[in-house]
């Protein structure tokens, strides 16, 4: 998913290498794993979304109405998870988030009616915002500690579980039932969740360093407040794009350009995969580019991938822009959540988070909505619309940007 990105992005040259404490290697695999799970689950129940659209005979319009149930459990859950990992540990809760997560993908194929299905999408919904908030907090200790900008890793991990489940959805699409297939990833998530969660629960959480000068700039200062807000504002679209991509591009390729269920399950596969690449080399493009430059051209390549692949009129065009998107919102998300870290310390990440999770949660319903009053094409056209207006913004703002970061 798109997530929790706390710590800043800032790239330096060429540095002696830290050495590691093996217990914050453990940690760092574990963490990975579990950020891989999110993007599994989550991938393994979106490609399903037609079956499930069938097997309960809703609307679009009823369907985007379900899917409120995700993003009603999630935010509600995440307003409360801090506390938790306050109380309990950042550790035990991503653990006991993930073992939810697991249980709760089995339960969507059980139902035979939306009303059902937005409910039982409440537990996942819950169970989905729960490990976000979790593993994020515990991702930022641990980056803390290794004093390294290894962040974008646990991304690409998260975008790697997506390709991933997206990939297996689409091999098994015609060989297993929806119920068949949420039950083994069901099976899967409890074995990460019990091999990965023994370390996290083996080790406590690393004791976060001081805040840096550059962290605290920009901290309780009206303009440095109002650019929180405007990179929440990015993040938001980009997340959106994310969103709607996930639940709604399976079912685009298979119902308005008749793609077969294995090929329509490969569109969300090919975003994932784009995504993780750019997220991989997001590193080399911030040093390149820089911050604006990155937004700026992220936003400007997901507009134009996202128009075609909503508007093409044939299968293997619409994947081809579906790659591009992908690759254009890999780094918008990461870059803006860190930027608003920079600027505000975690105050100004959770604000911008909020954000940026808002648009992928509510991003679908929406587009569920659009294609009720119009059609799923157009709809999905709203996608390249943000993505633009993700890199207006950030054009629009470089010169404050550039003061504040004086």
Known sequence: MPTLNKI???????????????????????????????????????????AIKEQTSASAGALGLALLGVSAGAV????????????????????????????????????????????????????????????????????AALRRPVMPSFHAAFSLGGMLGAGLGGLVAGHLSATGHLLLLTVIGLVISAAAGRALLAHP????????????????????????????????????GEGALADWGALHLHQDLDARPGLAAAGYSVFALTMTLG??????????????????????AAAAGMLLGSLAPTVWA????????GF????????????????????????????????????????????????????LTTVAALAAMAAAIAYGTRNVVRATAR
């Open 318 to 325: 619409a994947l081809l822009g579906f790659a591009v998107t």
């Open 205 to 240: 959480a690393p004791r976060p360093g001081p805040r840096t000068p550059a962290a605290t700039a920009g901290t309780g200062t009206g303009r440095g407040r109002r650019l929180v807000v405007v990179f929440g504002l990015i993040a938001l679209c980009d997340a959106y």
């Open 8 to 50: 800043r992005t800032a790239f330096r040259g060429p540095q002696a290498p830290i050495p590691v404490d093996p217990a914050l290697r453990s940690l760092r695999t574990a963490l990975t794993l579990f950020f891989a799970l999110d993007g599994l689950l989550f991938a393994g129940w979106v490609v399903r979304i037609p």
């Open 328 to 379: 254009g919102l890999a780094n918008i998300f990461p870059v803006a959540i860190g930027r608003a870290g920079e600027l505000a310390g975690p105050g100004g990440v959770a604000t911008a988070s909020t954000f940026g999770y808002g648009g992928m949660l509510l991003g679908p319903p929406a587009i569920g909505f659009l294609a009720e009053t119009w059609s799923l094409p157009l709809a």
């Open 76 to 143: 509600a859950t995440m307003t409360v998870t801090g506390r938790l990992c306050h109380k309990f540990g950042s550790h035990p809760v991503t653990v006991a988030a993930g073992v939810l997560m697991s249980l709760g993908i089995a339960l969507p194929p059980l139902t035979h009616s939306a009303l059902s299905l937005g409910l039982v999408l409440l537990v996942f919904g819950a169970a989905y915002g729960g490990i976000n908030v979790a593993m994020n907090s515990a991702a930022v200790d641990l980056v």
């Open 279 to 300: 997220r991989l080399s997001g590193s080399v493009l911030l040093e390149r580019l820089g911050q604006t430059r990155t937004l700026v051209a992220g936003g400007a």
